[in-house]
């Protein structure tokens, strides 16, 4: 990603690019905290506050991070480790590329965990590790674990032959099988569909013994990360929201198998989807309620629908520290912003989509056409958000839909009250929940939609309060 404001339209892209900053010199260049001071605070300063006293207690902390796509969670998860790496080192993991998105099992992810930890902790010093592998006790306990699949053991040991030299382990010892072991289990969980549905039967019968394995790891490994550079790690499960994630999977892990995060013994921190909150299920999640932070999107309108200046200045921030705003002819910038309704990927695409609009034209400003060319694209995409989902729990038809977002649109307060409707309207993110504090708004495009269809009243000028500009 470059990290110095894009000056024309044809460098656009390689700025506002939709992938979570991650680097120091990435937040160095594009973060900006006006963001938090229009949705309800910086929630990362109180996960940091419970970070640091877990670290200071040595009581295992766990929580969850929620929010629609594209708010910045992953960014905010940067951040926060950059603020506590005096205390943690994190451990990052992906569902979509450690994990068979699809087809993963509760299972595999305390495997993938172990795995993870126990080869960050043989890391030398310098790169972050505790300088040697567990010891032969803990090795022994993962191995014998596999004592009885004939298979994955075998598997291991032809892994463990073809093993490079770098790995930290001499060809023949214990820690040689279990990094082999772990190869295996790596390539089993990311292709998980493959594998017999025996195997997995098995090991769930087993899952209660495979946790106290775990834990052992779990604990020398901490242990010898305290002893070496004074900090614990920290696991940052990210990416369990993203699409291609089956809700069967999801509520299994984290509703069905919930008791996993509540009898490891580590210090961890989930990325769970925002339709789990919005559902009647979240009592049953395994993290308490105070430790399960909602990041909103950023409110363009307030709750009357008059215009959110100090949302509109922060969205326009994060625009002007990745491109020259001169890129834009006079209102199309805001035009954007408001079309977005504060999400930060939906403004990228946005931007993207003008400037490329722009390109083909031979422009070198996005114009009024452009704007409007990119807001008609999104515009199209939220109408299909309104239809049957796959996610919704119950049968909800457009005008039980539509009568709702009227209902939101007009400040009822009844309209509020969490129902199989809501929820739909929250999942699709056509509605919007602001600041924390449950006032909720209709999305801009979505106004836009809910008028052209009579539903809601025009003015003189054609235009809906609460609309795109």
């Known amino acids: 990603m470059q990290t110095t404001p894009a000056t024309s339209l044809e460098s656009v892209y390689r700025t506002l690019q939709p992938a979570p900053l991650e680097t120091a010199e990435e937040l160095q260049a594009f973060y900006q905290p006006a963001i938090n001071e229009t949705r309800g605070g910086d929630k990362m300063q109180r996960l940091r506050l419970r970070l640091n006293r877990a670290a200071g207690d040595g009581i295992p902390f766990k929580a969850c991070v929620m929010g629609h796509r594209g708010v910045g969670k992953s960014t905010e998860l940067s951040r926060l480790m950059g603020q506590v790496k005096d205390q943690f080192t994190p451990i990052r993991f992906s569902a979509t590329t450690a994990l068979d998105p699809g087809n993963f099992r509760p299972l595999d992810v305390v495997l993938l965990m172990m795995a993870e930890v126990a080869e960050h902790t043989a890391k030398p010093i310098a790169a972050g590790g505790a300088g040697h592998p567990p010891s032969e006790a803990r090795l022994r306990d993962i191995w014998n674990w596999f004592a009885s699949e004939e298979v994955t053991r075998k598997q291991a040991e032809e892994m463990t032959a073809t093993l490079e ?93 919930a008791n996993i995060f509540q009898d490891l013994r580590a210090h961890l921190i989930f990325n769970l989807p925002i339709g789990l909150y919005y559902s009647d299920k979240a009592a049953r999640l395994p993290f308490p309620s105070d430790c399960s932070f909602v990041i909103p999107d950023t409110p363009v309108y307030q709750q009357d629908h008059r215009a959110n200046e100090l949302g509109r200045e922060a969205l326009t921030k994060v625009l002007g520290a990745r491109m020259t705003l001169d890129l834009f002819e006079p209102e199309q910038m805001i ?78 307060t009844e309209a509020k009250i969490p129902d199989a409707v809501m929820y739909a309207l929250l999942n699709a993110r056509v509605v919007q929940e602001f600041n924390g504090k449950r006032w909720f708004g209709v999305h801009p495009l979505v106004v836009d939609i809910l008028a052209d269809q009579d539903r809601l009243h025009r003015n003189g000028a054609g235009e809906v309060v609460g609309g795109t500009v």
């Open 335 to 412: 035009r954007l912003i408001v079309a977005s309704g504060g999400n930060l990927r939906d403004l990228f695409a946005l931007v993207n989509y003008a400037a490329d609009t722009a390109l083909l034209r031979e422009g070198s400003q996005i114009n009024a056409e452009d704007a409007s060319a990119a807001i008609f694209n999104l515009r199209s995409d939220y109408e299909r958000r309104l239809g049957q989902s796959p996610f919704d729990q119950a049968d909800i038809t457009y005008d039980n839909k539509a009568e709702r977002l009227v209902e939101v649109y007009n400040g009822d």
């Open 165 to 257: 030299a770098g790995v930290g382990a001499e060809r023949e010892s214990l820690w040689a099988q279990v990094i082999g072991l772990f190869a295996a289990l790596r390539g089993e969980i990311k292709y998980a569909s493959t594998r017999e549905t025996l195997v997995v039967e098995y090991r769930i019968t087993r899952l209660t013994s495979l946790i106290a394995v775990a834990n052992k790891l779990l604990d020398e490994c901490n242990q010898l990360l305290l002893a070496a550079c004074g900090r614990q790690w920290l696991f940052v499960g990210e990416d369990f929201d993203k699409a291609g994630i089956t809700t069967d999977r999801i509520e299994e892990l984290f509703i069905t198998y």
